[in-house]
């Protein structure tokens, strides 16, 4: 095994329990930083998986956690922030000041293998163009991957990531439950949902695969999707399928301002509705050497939606992420 043990930033997440769960289940020494402890603590029964308390934005942390590894994956994201220029601080923090710091951690300790996470719609060229900070934070990030001349990387870029736990499904799901009629900005923005459960192994094929040094790979499911079709979906596995209405641009983005702003977890922002102006689909199949069939939706979502948001989202939804 040439990587026995990874220090997965952004392991105690939705994906990152999942790439913690198959790096255990292959053997691997696992190692988990987290801001609060019971944040990680669903990850206690992992054999081989330790959750520490620790200030990854603090470098002489960071450098002890990355010293003691021999591959680092770095998982950590956020879906809205404050609005700034170019993006908030809170993007800054974790989307492009974090991956520039891993790397530079890594070339201290000398670990070269390094899996990044980013987003589908990022472009190597075109982050001046993308049309969210959202996207041009994540572009700016994979840029100081890439540059960092001692690593062998890999970045992947999922689009919208389903399973048991998500923020996407079930949130439309419980929307559903207490709305009468869906008013949806962006309703037919295009997606391409793909399994956590698949995203997790591509990181674990990846890992001791030295053809995907230096690529960065799209991942999405077989089906592509509107906004539309996913929300009817929810509804009717979740139990409580409502009428959708559509809102014209101009109502889109005044709902999301207002979601913005409403109090408890953010819901939507205006940021996010610009993200939905390009469509979130991949330019072809997921590479062969991930060795990977993508799972439909139908084959999983139906059960969990079912079942209603398991006892893990509803948590990360209470913690404002
Ligand atoms: N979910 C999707 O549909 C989707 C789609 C495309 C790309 N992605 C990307 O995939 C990655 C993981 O997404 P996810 O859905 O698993 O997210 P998540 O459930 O919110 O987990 C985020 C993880 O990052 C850590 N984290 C967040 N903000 C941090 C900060 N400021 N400083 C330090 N740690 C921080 C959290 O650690 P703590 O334990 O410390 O809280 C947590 O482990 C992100 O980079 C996201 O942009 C996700």
Redesign the pocket.
């Known amino acids: 095994m040439a990587h026995a043990r990874i220090l997965l930033?952004?392991?105690?997440?939705?994906?990152?329990s999942q790439v913690a769960a198959r790096l255990a289940a292959a053997g691997r020494r696992v190692t988990v930083?987290?801001?609060?402890y019971e944040?990680?603590r669903h990850l206690l029964p992992l054999p081989t998986v330790e959750v520490r308390v620790a200030d990854?934005?603090d470098d002489a942390q960071l450098g002890r956690l990355v010293a003691q590894a021999d591959a680092v994956v770095n998982?950590?994201?956020?879906?809205h922030d404050r609005r700034g220029t170019p993006w908030g601080a809170?993007f800054e923090?974790?989307?492009v000041r974090?991956p520039a710091r891993i790397a530079a951690a890594c070339a201290a300790s000398g670990v070269r293998r390094l899996l990044h996470?980013?987003?589908?719609g990022v472009r190597e060229d075109g982050e001046p163009s993308l049309p969210s900070m959202y996207l041009r934070s994540?572009a700016a990030g994979e840029r100081a991957v890439r540059a960092a001349p001692t690593l062998d990387w890999t970045i992947f870029?999922?689009?919208?990531?389903?399973g048991p736990g998500?923020?996407?499904l079930n949130l439309f799901a419980r929307l559903q439950a207490w709305l009468p009629v869906m008013p949806l900005g962006r309703a037919d923005a295009r997606f391409q949902p793909v399994f956590v459960g698949d995203v997790a192994q591509a990181f674990v094929n990846a890992l001791d695969r030295p053809v995907t040094h230096g690529r960065c790979y799209e991942l999405a499911g077989p089906e592509v999707l509107t906004l539309r079709q996913l929300v009817a979906l929810a509804g009717v596995h979740g139990g409580h399928r409502r009428p959708i209405v559509a809102l014209p641009d101009t109502l889109g983005r005044l709902q999301a301002a207002l979601l913005e702003f409403a109090p408890g977890p953010t819901l939507m922002s205006r940021d996010s509705f610009d993200s939905m102006s390009i469509d979130n689909v991949a330019s072809g199949p997921i590479a062969a050497e991930l060795d990977l069939t993508p799972t439909p939706l139908g084959a999983i979502a139906p059960a969990y939606l079912r079942r209603g948001p398991a006892p893990f989202g509803t948590e990360?939804m209470r913690?404002r992420?």
Do not use: C, E, N
Request: glycine letters at 14%; aromatic letters at 6%; charged letters at 20%.
């Open positions: 930033i952004g392991g105690s997440g939705f994906i990152g930083p987290t801001r609060r944040r990680a990854i934005h998982l950590v994201g956020i879906l809170g923090q974790a989307h974090l996470m980013s987003a589908l994540k870029r999922p689009s919208v990531v389903y998500d923020r996407f990360r913690a992420r």
